[in-house]
């Protein structure tokens, strides 16, 4: 079944403890994106991926690493998180040229106290 | 840069009845995409529609259409015939057209809640 597959679904942190969050497609996408969804204020892209290797910076990337080592996966790196990072977090692919439908993870929701 | 806004928070229907979400968008470019997700208390963001700017006809899938105003930069979502199974939140977005990032532009959201 073609799928992102993100985990954990939720998460539960202290301040200051590094922590990554899980991203793998199954669908030979080239694009991959991590957005974050916050009540008010929909989803926002923090960054994104257009191939191996090849990462940059989307609208709230504070705070906020990736890597894109293979095709597959795309994980998201939180090195201190604070509690404004609370949030609903998304991954997301598709294929290059829009306006190719992007896949959604099911989320991973993360709280930090 | 793009906005798109969603000027009704939450809103009620009772089932069978037809309702219609709003939606405005402000951007500078000709060519672009637009789309309405469905986010249900699973949380999974499901594609209802969407539609090609280019395009003048209104993008339809089953009991879901839209209405698409490019001059007064809107894009509505009518949903005829509501089910139980409608209740969600529904969030308008644009993409830009271009061969890099391909961001979706997302609005708050509506709240729909469909009442037996």
């Known amino acids: 079944e073609a799928q992102v597959t993100q985990n954990p679904r939720y998460l539960i942190t202290v301040t200051g403890k590094k922590l990554t969050v899980t991203c793998s497609q199954n669908m030979n996408h080239e694009y991959m994106s991590w957005y974050r969804q916050d009540p008010g204020l929909g989803l926002r892209q923090i960054y994104y991926?257009?191939?191996?290797?090849?990462?940059d910076k989307g609208d709230v990337p504070e705070g906020y690493k990736v890597s894109r080592k293979e095709k597959r996966n795309f994980p998201l790196i939180l090195e201190s998180p604070s509690p404004n990072q609370t949030s609903l977090y998304f991954c997301?692919?598709?294929?290059?040229?829009?306006?190719?439908?992007?896949?959604f993870g099911n989320g991973t929701r993360l709280t930090v106290t | 840069a793009q906005t798109v806004t969603q000027s009704q928070p939450e809103m009620s229907v009772q089932e069978a009845e037809t309702v219609t979400l709003s939606c405005t968008y402000d951007?500078?470019?000709?060519?672009?995409?637009l789309f309405w997700y469905k986010q249900p208390p699973s949380r999974q963001m499901i594609l209802v529609i969407r539609?090609?700017?280019?395009?003048?006809q209104n993008a339809t899938e089953n009991r879901f259409s839209v209405n698409f105003q490019k001059a007064a930069k809107s894009f509505s979502l009518k949903i005829s015939d509501s089910q139980l199974g409608d209740t969600a939140m529904y969030f308008c977005?644009?993409?830009?057209?271009?061969?890099?990032?391909?961001?979706?532009?997302f609005g708050t959201g509506t709240r729909l809640t469909i009442i037996p």
């Open positions: 951007t500078s470019e000709s060519n672009y995409y």
């Open positions: 539609q090609e700017a280019y395009k003048q």
């Open positions: 991926s257009m191939n191996v290797e090849v990462t």
């Open positions: 997301a692919s598709s294929f290059k040229g829009a306006p190719s439908p992007l896949h």
């Open positions: 977005a644009f993409m830009k057209f271009n061969f890099g990032n391909e961001k979706l532009t």
